[in-house]
Nanobody, 124 residues
Framework: QVQLVESGGGLVQAGGSLRLSCAAS????????MGWFRQAPGKEREFVAT????????YYADSVKGRFTISRDNAKNTVYLQMNSLKPEDTAVYYC?????????????????WGRGTQVTVSS
């Protein structure tokens, strides 16, 4: 089992920045690829970013490419999502997820472990 706890969400103006953190506990964190997903009000949850277990491979949704950066510190059992140039359409609950594989994935069904989410609100 892996337990995930997100933090760092909040209210920010358009153009601002936030850094989300996801602290993992349980099994060896470095064995898991990690992902960030988000769900806006009235919409389905969608992929944001993913990172391989050694942080060598990352993928991003087109909507966040060039603005968001996913990273991880295996020594701290933590994955991060640096979000810059935030837009009102980035408003959502952001979820961290862990996949029992070394390779990153864009697909929610491939992630076995999920955090409870952290709210990000971007005002215009």
């Amino acid at each position: 089992q892996v337990q995930l706890v997100e933090s760092g969400g909040g209210l920010v103006q358009a153009g601002g920045s936030l850094r989300l953190s996801c602290a993992a506990s349980g099994r060896t964190f470095s064995n898991y690829a990690m992902g960030w997903f988000r769900q806006a009000p009235g919409k389905e949850r969608e992929f944001v970013a993913t990172i391989s277990w050694r942080a060598g491979i990352t993928y991003y949704a087109d909507s966040v490419k060039g603005r968001f950066t996913i990273s991880r510190d295996n020594a701290k059992n933590t994955v991060y999502l640096q979000m810059n140039s935030l837009k009102p359409e980035d408003t959502a609950v952001y979820y961290c997820a862990a996949r029992s594989s070394s390779g990153p994935s864009l697909y929610q069904y491939e992630y076995a472990y999920w955090g409870r989410g952290t709210q990000v609100t971007v005002s215009s």
